[in-house]
Nanobody, 127 residues
Framework: VQLQASGGGVVQAGGSLRLSCAGT????????MAWFRQKSGKEREFVAS????????HIEDSEKDRFTIARENANNTIYLRMNNLKSEDTAVYYC?????????????????????WGQGTQVTVSS
């Protein structure tokens, strides 16, 4: 799966952004998708995931009140909507794809379980 992420930028604290990630692959391949982020000097961390059919959406507990994830299979795209952004959300955000079953349990949170990664999109929240 080839992934192309977009939608990052600079936003003031309290603002919103929507990230997009378009996937291209051979027909009939089902796969789970996720968003991770990597803050400067830190390891990559799980943000959200969604199943191949748009179900089984999970958001990291700390972000459940502010972030949502959605998937449009018609164009093989997932979205991460981020509201009430904080300075600590500043990071490079990566989308990733994996075997469909991975996102159905806690394996979803492990970067090593994902086979394909997008190039990353920078989100900077200014206070």
């Amino acid at each position: 799966v080839q992934l192309q992420a977009s939608g990052g930028g600079v936003v003031q604290a309290g603002g919103s952004l929507r990230l997009s990630c378009a996937g291209t692959t051979r027909p009939n391949l089902v796969y789970g998708m996720a968003w991770f982020r990597q803050k400067s000097g830190k390891e990559r961390e799980f943000v959200a995931s969604v199943g191949w059919d748009g179900r089984n959406a999970h958001i990291e507990d700390s972000e459940k009140d502010r972030f949502t994830i959605a998937r449009e299979n018609a164009n093989n795209t997932i979205y991460l909507r981020m509201n009430n952004l904080k300075s600590e959300d500043t990071a490079v955000y990566y989308c990733a794809a994996t075997h469909a079953g991975v996102v159905l349990d806690d394996s979803r949170r492990l970067p090593e379980m994902y086979d394909s990664w997008g190039q990353g999109t920078q989100v900077t929240v200014s206070s």
